[in-house]
Every structure is written in C-alpha cells, then in structure tokens.
C-alpha cells in the first residue's frame, strides 16, 4: 500500500500527539517513583519494617515507566520508520535529490546517532544485531537497511563501502544495493558474502556492556566524513549510550602503524571481515569519492 | 576511574553507618565530574555490581540506600538540566503534539530516561533479593531452634553458623549471603576475614559433632539427602541398638550444649572423617528400586544355561579334508562324482584295513620288514630271514602271522588286491594280535580303552561345566536371598516413611496446641480427634515396622553379609 505524503503526514501527526502524551505521562510516573524512592531511602536509613513492601511498590512504579517510555520510544520508531518508507518510494518513483557532500555526511552522522538503543529489561541478553552482536547465519537484510558491502570501484579495487539495500535476490542469493553516496549512481549486485548488515540497534554501555566491542578488537570502522569502511582497531568503548567509540585506523604513514584514536558511532563499527586483499587497508587520505 | 574507586573505598570505610557521609564525599565528586559521571558501586553483597558508573545523575543530594547503593533516578530539579527537550515538550500541554524537529533529541532524552529507569530497577531488585535471603536466613535460624528436630543438613550447617555465631562475634554475611556479586573492598575484606573463620567453624562443628554423635549423625544427613521427608527416622538404630540407649537421650541436648564451647576451639581443619563418611556413604543409604533392579539384572545372568550344549562331534578333520582334496583333485566335481569321492575313499580306506590290519600289525610287519627290501624277487628270502631273526617273544602264531603278514605285505606291494581279499588269515589280524600280546603282557589292555571316542576337549568342557553349574547355583540362591531381603528392606522403608509423616503432623499438631494454651484457648473436639487419630496410626506403624524388624534382622544380616563367591578357575 503505498503512502502518499498526506497520509504519511497525518499518522506521523498522529503519532507525535501520541508521543507528547507519553511524556507527560511519564514526567507524572517519574515524579512518582522519585516520591517512593525517597520515602523509602527514608525508611531505610531509619531502619523501618516496612522496606520490603516500599521496595516492591518502587519496582512496580520503575517497570511502569519503563513500559511508558518504551511505548512513547516506539511511536517514535513508528514515525521514522514512515519517513523512511516515504523516502524510499521517492527514489523508487525516480525522484533523485542530489545531495550535498555536507548533508550527506550529516545524514549519515544523524542516522547513527538515533539508531535505537536497546536497553536490555532484568535478564535480559542483548539481541542480534544490537551492537556487536552479530547477525544469524540466515539473516537477510530488510529493505532500506545500511550495511557494508564490498564492492568494486571503477580501478577494479574493492572497498567496503556503506550502502542501503534495495532488494534481496533470493533464487541467486545475492543483494541489490546502493551506495548512499549517490553521485557514484552505482548500483551493486552482490553475493550475500559480502554483504554485512549494520547493527540495527546501538547497545547502552550501563546495562549491557556485553554487547560492545572489546578495547583492542580488530574491526572495520567507517572512516569519518567519508563512506568507506576500513580496518580499524578498538581504542576506547563508549561510556555512555550517546558516545562513540573511539578507533585507530591502520595507517601506515604512522610509526606504530595506526593512526591517532579517531570518533566512529557506534552504528559503523562492525566485526573484521578479511577479504583476499587484506581488507583494503585504511590511510590517512582517502578517496572515497 | 580508579580515583573514583578509591574515593569510594575510603568512603565507605569511614563511613558506615550511614549513607550520609560516603554520599556527600562521592556527591561532591559527582558535582565535579561532568560526562564520565561518579563511580557509585553498590555494596555489601548488593548484586549489579556494574563497573561503568550511571551516567551523569550526580546531584547534590543523592537518594541512596544506608549501604551507599545510589538508586538512580532523575530528580525533577534535574529535569530542564539533562532532558531540555522533553522539559521544553512539557511546557506545552497533554493533547498538543510534539514539534517535529524535537524528534531526534527527544528520542535521544528518552532513551537516557529509559536506560535510567532499567537501572533503577536493577539497583532495586538486587536490594530486594538482598533483603530476601537475610529473612530467609533468619527464618531458617529460628526454625533450627525448635528442639526435638534434628537438623537437615543444609540447614544444620547454617544452624550450627547461626548458633555458633549468635555466641561469638557476629558474622557480618555468613556463607549463605557469600551470593552477592560485587562489592566494595571494605565488605568484600570484612567478607574474606569473616568467610574463613565461618568456614572453619562449620568444619569443626562437623568434625566434633560427628565425633559425638558417630553413626546416627552421618546417616542421619545421608537420610536426609535421599528421603527428605525422613528427616528424622534413623535407620541406624536399627542395626547398632547400644547406639540407641547412648544417643536417645543425647540427640538433641549435645546439639547445643557444646556448641557454645565451639568457637574457642581452633581446631586445625581436619577433612578424613568428612573423607570417610563420604566413602563410607554409598552402603549406608536406604535400598530404592534402582538396586532391586540391579538385583534382579544379576539374576537375568543365571536363569539359562550356563554352557551352551555341546554339539555331537563331527567327522574327524582328516577325513573332511581327504574328501575335499578328492573333490579338488576331480576335474569339475558335480554331485555324483563327488559322491564318488567319498565312496572312492571309503573303498580306498577298506582296502587298506583289508590289506593290512590295524596298528598293531603294521608295527609289527614294518618291524620285521626292511622297507628296501620289499621287492618280488629277494621277498621271500629277505622274509625268511627276517621271520628266523624275530625275537623269543614271538611264537609261533606270530610267526606263522608276520609270514602271512608279509606275503600280505608283499601282494600289497605288488599291488594286488584281489588275493588280499580272499586271505583267510588275514581276517581278525588285529584282534588276534591284539589278544596275543595282551596275553603276554606286553601290551595293557588299558591302552586300548581309552583310545575310543578320545574327545579330550568333551571332557574338559565337561568337567569345568560341572565346577561353574555348582557355584552358579550358589550365586543364584545367594542373589534370590539377596532380593528377597532387599524388597522387604523397602517395605521397611516405605512404612518408617509413613511414620515420619505421621511424626511431622503429631508435632504440628503438638505445636498448635501450645499456641493454643499460650492463648488461652481450649481445644476443639475435631482437634482431639485428629491428634487421636494421628497417634493410632503412629502406633500402628510403629508396630507394623517392629513385626518387620523382628523377622529381619537374622535374615538380612546374613543375607546382606553373604558374598558371591567367585569362580575359581
């Protein structure tokens, strides 16, 4: 069923209603629960037998914000997930925007930056695709999702390079995907090999530190202000859900042979996956254009 | 962050009690440190024990708990500070909508606020779990009070720390709240101060318990482990009736009395007797099914034949392959010519009995003969000289017989067969012989017995059948003894099991009764009737169980004592 921009409009609308009631239900919960909270501090420093019921009230109150807030973050997945479908319909339909350098880089930065979080409930393991968590074997990227593919640019030299999925080919196995960059035009079919889907999700370093990669782990990392991947080594993991990581890329320019410690979002930071070349080893100046 | 860490550690040393003091000096830390946030780590045996710090909720006055966990919450005060957006989208009221271009920081706030609130609940269910074991801990203390119970084991241990400790300094988290993950160092030192002694403690209260109490404390515990109803039944008794006198008064009373004298005890950590009743475990545990099953599989052993039969001996091997060379030697055999086969060798072999018969001639005729002298024409002088030279032991019947034997031997040599058949002294050769030289005493007619049937194999399989078919009998009737006694032995088991039930609810009963005269209050007829009720039954039981042990003990012991012998071969 394809949108047309009134409707897409007109639930997005009805979505951001749905959000500002959300927050001002959570705001109410939050001053709740801070209210519990404090009594029972209060209680506890003045050793008080009634602890364990407050304890259990404030647990309740705690998961009835959460449930508030993930359903407010939702609609808000729901809103851009429309926008996303509206844009590509747009492309689909032929209309091809040129976008500046400048924007797009923007673009990418954003994109990164409101990937959702995924924050693991009591017990929880963080899912695949969430962070460095990899995906399944038998995993197919949806339409419109970033990955990384290895594509071969004009000098016959492969370069992992960001691009969105346009299809997936299931009789050849292959996908048909795009780079966002699109002044190249190009348009790649490639076996599923060497295809490597984005993270879906970024992981929060306060409840599941596991889901990130370890300091010292060789990776591919999207070289900032461009759209390549390149090999990369983990120097410092975010310490927060809104922080990047921070990379050296192989640069042989260098003594050591890596670079200084360079921000790279969570998003484009992904598992090393040698190809026969040595995965195009990174350098300082780059023509990814 | 480590500096963090150490602020922490002092603070908490100094601190203690209360939550103010390690607060305020984290607090302040909190105000100064920006995006890295204050290292608060939750303490004594709280779990969580997240090493990346909450994010920046630092504020002056921290909500945290006497132990110095920091709930982490966002105060309203801090609202317009840390989520502008969401600030800003409040201002407006419930039923507008949020502006479009808040999107993505709104998104962002949230997740800030979601990932505030997962903690929290963490934080939360940790002190929760931590709050439920200390009561459970207590429960389980009081409960090991109650006299007249001995205790289980898991709670004896904890019993005996709990008694142990209440007399002697108090244990700051005794061994059942050694669960909590991580700690600051200050309780995880007090913990590993605390946690060796506890240790020692219960293995020397092990060690002089058993030391007292011998038998019935361990089987007691190994009870306990395979019938946890049972707590209370001691099989032991049963079997060692001195033990019962020296330990029905002491079984309770020792529990106590000494253990207050425990801790001043340093007994230097003594494993062997835990060792030994470990080993000692295996044959003290009641009887279940599983071991009639293994019975009764060591009876399937027994029930068939011990050897299978032995089949009826064949034909020789040199006659089978004279057959199959006579087979091979025939171009293209088909059945009737290899029917001939055989009834070529039979010929074959009646003609060499018909020319020469037996053993005893032909070692009689090649004794007399040179074999390079059987030729036609110097035969008959080299068998006359041969029959002059024979020795004082043959007569002559033997001579006339060698001389007969001889011309046989010739007309064998020559080959004709046809004058062989008609010889009239040739017929009854061998027996003849055979009676002469017995008559001589040269040759004891026991050598001949035996050479009939030889089947030496036959007879050892014979005899080594009868040697295993007498012990497997043995081991058999052993086993049957065996199972018999080991299904009564459940039996047994099944009603002391009753009876322990049947024991619980009596002291329940017996403890509802104390209330009830603690209260004040008169008993119900039902009640009467229940506690009448549950004695009848206890009585019967126990009765049931003493008719048992009455006819047991003679049996099983000889039967639980009786070994399979093994064969000896």
Redesign the interface.
């Given at each position: 069923m394809p949108l047309t921009a009134e409707s897409a409009a007109q639930q997005?609308?009805d979505r951001?209603?749905d959000?500002?009631?959300h927050?001002?239900i959570?705001?109410e919960e939050?001053?709740r629960?801070?209210n519990s909270?404090?009594s029972?501090?209060r209680s506890?420093?003045a050793?008080n037998q009634k602890?364990?019921p407050l304890?259990?009230a404030?647990?309740m109150e705690?998961?009835q914000?959460?449930a508030t807030?993930?359903a407010?973050?939702a609609k808000?997945h729901e809103?851009r997930s429309i926008r996303n479908e509206r844009r590509i319909q747009a492309r689909n339909a032929g209309n091809k925007e040129a976008i500046r350098r400048g924007a797009l880089m923007k673009m990418v930065q954003?994109s990164a930056?409101?990937l959702?979080?995924f924050?693991?409930?009591?017990g929880e393991r963080a899912p695949a695709l969430c962070g460095a968590i990899p995906a399944e074997g038998n995993y197919v990227a949806k339409v419109g999702d970033n990955v990384a593919a290895l594509a071969k640019g004009i000098d016959e030299e492969e370069n992992w390079i960001l691009a969105e999925v346009v299809q997936f080919l299931h009789r050849q196995n292959k996908y048909d995907v795009i780079d966002i960059d699109e002044e190249q035009k190009d348009r790649h079919v490639l076996s599923k090999r060497k295809v490597i889907p984005l993270p879906l999700m970024r992981a929060?370093?306060?409840?599941d530190?596991h889901a990130l990669f370890p300091k010292d782990t060789v990776v591919m990392a999207l070289y900032p202000q461009t759209t390549c991947f390149y090999k990369a080594i983990v120097h410092r993991l975010p310490?927060?859900?809104?922080?990047d990581y921070e990379v050296l890329f192989e640069d042989s320019s260098y003594l050591n042979g890596y670079a200084e410690p360079l921000p790279v979002a969570q998003r484009y930071v992904i598992a090393y996956r040698p190809t026969k070349k040595g995965a195009g080893s990174g350098s300082g100046n780059l023509s990814s254009a | 962050m480590s500096a963090n860490l150490k602020n922490i550690k002092l603070g908490h040393f100094g601190g203690g009690g209360?939550?103010g003091a390690p607060s305020s000096s984290s607090g302040g830390f909190g105000i100064s440190a920006s995006?890295?946030?204050a290292g608060k780590l939750p303490t004594n045996g709280t779990g969580g024990g997240?090493?990346?710090p909450?994010?920046s909720f630092a504020e002056a006055e921290v909500?945290?708990?006497?132990g110095g966990v920091v709930?982490p919450?966002?105060?309203?005060r801090d609202?317009a500070k840390l989520l502008p957006t969401?600030a800003t989208?409040?201002q407006?009221p419930?039923?507008?909508?949020?502006?479009?271009e808040d999107?993505?920081a709104?998104?962002?706030e949230?997740?800030?606020?979601?990932?505030n609130?997962?903690?929290?609940?963490?934080v939360?269910?940790t002190?929760?779990d931590s709050?439920d074991k200390d009561e459970k801990r207590q429960d389980r203390r009081k409960l090991d009070r109650v006299p007249g119970s001995p205790p289980c084991p898991a709670s004896m241990l904890n019993g005996l720390l709990g008694i142990g400790s209440n007399s002697s300094t108090s244990l700051g988290s005794p061994l059942g709240g050694g669960g909590g993950g991580g700690a600051s160092s200050s309780s995880q030192s007090k913990r590993k101060r605390d946690e060796p002694t506890g240790v020692r403690k219960k293995h020397s209260s092990m060690t002089i318990l058993k030391q007292q109490q011998g038998v019935a404390g361990s089987s007691a515990k190994h009870q306990a482990k395979n019938s946890p109803l049972a707590v209370h039944t001691d099989d032991s008794m049963d079997y060692l009736p001195n033990l019962v006198a020296a330990n029905a008064s002491g079984s309770v009373l020792p529990h106590h009395q000494p253990l207050p004298q425990l801790p001043k005890v340093a007994v230097p950590k003594n494993d062997t007797p835990n060792k030994f009743w470990l080993s000692v475990e295996p044959y003290c545990m009641p009887l279940t099914n599983e071991d009639l099953r293994l019975i009764d599989d060591l009876l399937e052993q027994y029930r068939g034949p011990l050897v299978p039969p032995v089949p009826t001996l064949g034909p020789h091997y040199s006659t089978v392959w004279a057959q199959e060379d006579m087979k091979a030697l025939q171009p293209g055999g088909t059945r009737l010519k290899s029917q001939n086969a055989s009834g070529m060798l039979k010929k074959a072999e009646g003609m060499v009995e018909e020319s020469i018969t037996g053993p005893l001639t032909q070692r009689l005729v090649s004794a007399l003969m040179e074999e390079s002298l059987m030729t036609l024409p110097s035969e008959q002088a080299a068998v006359g000289e041969h029959s002059n030279s024979t020795t004082s032991s043959s007569n002559e019947n033997t001579h006339s017989l060698s001389s007969s034997s001889a011309n046989a031997a010739a007309a064998a040599a020559s080959g004709n067969f046809r004058s062989l058949a008609m010889m009239k002294h040739g017929v009854g050769i061998e027996q003849r012989l055979k009676k002469t030289l017995i008559e001589n005493g040269l040759i004891d007619a026991s050598e001949f017995a035996a050479q009939e049937d030889v089947d030496e194999v036959l007879l050892e399989i014979k005899r080594v059948t009868t040697e295993i078919s007498s012990i497997s009998q043995f081991n058999s009737e052993e086993l049957k003894r065996l199972r018999s006694a080991a299904s009564e032995e459940i039996k047994r088991i099944a009603i002391k099991r009753k009876l322990d039930t049947v024991d619980q609810e009596i002291l329940e009963c017996y403890k509802r009764m104390l209330q009830y005269r603690a209260k004040r209050k008169g008993h119900t007829i039902e009640e009467k009737q229940e506690i009448l009720r549950l004695t009848n039954e206890q009585r019967l039981l126990a009765d049931q169980l003493e008719r048992m042990q009455m006819h047991q003990p003679c049996g099983s012991g000889g039967g639980a004592s009786g070994s399979l012998l093994e064969p000896k071969m």
């Open positions: 997005i609308q951001l209603k959000i500002q009631q927050i001002h959570v705001d939050r001053r629960a801070e909270i404090s029972l501090v506890l420093h050793t602890v364990k304890l259990k404030s647990l705690a998961s914000e959460e807030i993930r407010a973050l808000i809103i954003l930056q409101t959702p979080l924050v693991g409930k009591l929060n370093p306060e409840t530190g310490q927060t859900a809104t922080e | 209360s939550g995006s890295g946030g997240k090493s990346a909450p994010s909500l945290a708990t006497p709930i919450i966002i105060r309203t609202v969401i989208a409040l407006r419930a039923d507008d909508h949020l502006a479009a999107l993505d709104v998104q962002l949230l997740e800030q606020m979601l990932s609130v997962a903690l929290r609940t963490r939360l269910k002190e929760y709050l």
